[in-house]
T-cell receptor, first 110, second 113 residues
Framework: KQEVTQIPAALSVPEGENLVLNCSFT??????LQWFRQDPGKGLTSLLL?????REQTSGRLNASLDKSSGRSTLYIAASQPGDSATYLC?????????FGPGTRLSVLP | DTEVTQTPKHLVMGMTNKKSLKCEQH?????MYWYKQKAKKPPELMFV???????INESVPSRFSPECPNSSLLNLHLHALQPEDSALYLC????????????FGPGTRLLVL
């Protein structure tokens, strides 16, 4: 059974810092990995999708990498802003399933 | 249009009520999903419809009954729910199954009294 974990569970940083969020999965037979952002009580916003054949994807200040063989992905956020405060979830597409990690709660302090 | 819409935004129902949640997308996606999310927990997959046919049912109790009337619409019919069913119910869609980005709706926050 696929299990997805995320470290750290929570993170508080001052504005302007660069930061890294980590995601690990137990079964490397994934089709893709997706990073989402969720604001409190809201739905999920897709940030980046990395196909299993890819190593990284970039969008603006966000960069996500994937090492399928070691079962790891990282989300790098450059020059963090207070508006980046949210919960960040990674999810792997596995078989016909889609398994989420528990999320990292990020607070960026002005 | 990359939007998935869900109605209602909030729903309060008693344990004997029957209600329905609705989800709609006009992106031409052929796969649609229902997730349940409890507070401070990740979403958990409930159902997957692919080409309007139910392809995954993650052992969800029968008091939840999905329906896909056409490729743009997905309903979740609720009957005789329990208080522990209170959660945020999220709908998502994707082009076709697993290799594609999933787009999520804003969710329906359900409270069962």
């Amino acid at each position: 059974k696929q299990e997805v974990t995320q470290i750290p569970a929570a993170l508080s940083v001052p504005e302007g810092e660069n930061l890294v969020l980590n995601c690990s999965f137990t079964d490397s037979a994934i089709y893709n990995l997706q990073w989402f952002r969720q604001d409190p009580g809201k739905g999920l916003t897709s940030l980046l999708l990395i196909q299993s054949s890819q190593r990284e994807q970039t969008s603006g200040r966000l960069n996500a990498s994937l090492d399928k063989s070691s079962g790891r992905s990282t989300l790098y956020i450059a020059a963090s802003q207070p508006g980046d405060s949210a919960t960040y979830l990674c999810a792997v597409s596995y078989g016909q399933n889609f398994v989420f990690g528990p999320g990292t709660r990020l607070s960026v302090l002005p | 249009d990359t939007e998935v819409t869900q109605t209602p935004k909030h729903l309060v129902m008693g344990m004997t009520n029957k209600k329905s949640l609705k989800c709609e997308q006009h992106m031409g996606h052929r796969a649609m999903y229902w997730y349940k999310q409890k507070a401070k927990k990740p979403p958990e997959l409930m159902f997957v419809y692919s080409y309007e046919k139910l392809s995954i049912n993650e052992s969800v109790p029968s008091r939840f009954s999905p329906e896909c009337p056409n490729s743009s619409l997905l309903n979740l019919h609720l009957h005789a729910l329990q208080p522990e069913d209170s959660a945020l119910y999220l709908c998502a869609s994707s082009q076709e199954g697993h290799p594609e980005t999933q787009y999520f709706g804003p969710g329906t926050r359900l409270l069962v009294l």
